[in-house]
């Protein structure tokens, strides 16, 4: 599909399109196996400490990804140097 031709379907709330597929997106924050703790603010998590210091969450499911995990709310753990061929980022611009 051309970027955002799935009209007022393919949008979020926001007015974002596209936002998922194609890659597993890095974030920002530091990797907990659950959300308690996390900031009320949406804020970035960024106390990575205990059994998953040191990694940092991707979301959202690639083209190498089976169907269940083609979803935004499939996340994982993965240290910052590790690569993989559906793994990356979207750019984003402030308006």
């Given at each position: 599909w051309p970027?955002?031709?799935r009209g007022k379907k393919g949008?979020?709330?926001q007015g974002l399109c596209d936002?998922?597929?194609n890659v597993r997106e890095w974030v920002a924050d530091c990797y907990h196996e659950g959300y308690d703790g996390a900031p009320k603010n949406n804020a970035p998590r960024?106390?990575?400490t205990g059994r998953t210091a040191?990694?940092?969450v991707n979301r959202g499911g690639g083209w190498l990804s089976a169907a269940p995990y083609l979803r935004t709310t499939s996340r994982f753990a993965y240290k910052p140097g590790d690569r993989?061929?559906?793994l990356g980022f979207r750019c984003a611009k402030s308006l």
């Open positions: 970027v955002c031709s949008n979020t709330a936002m998922a597929g960024k106390s990575c040191g990694q940092r993989s061929v559906d």
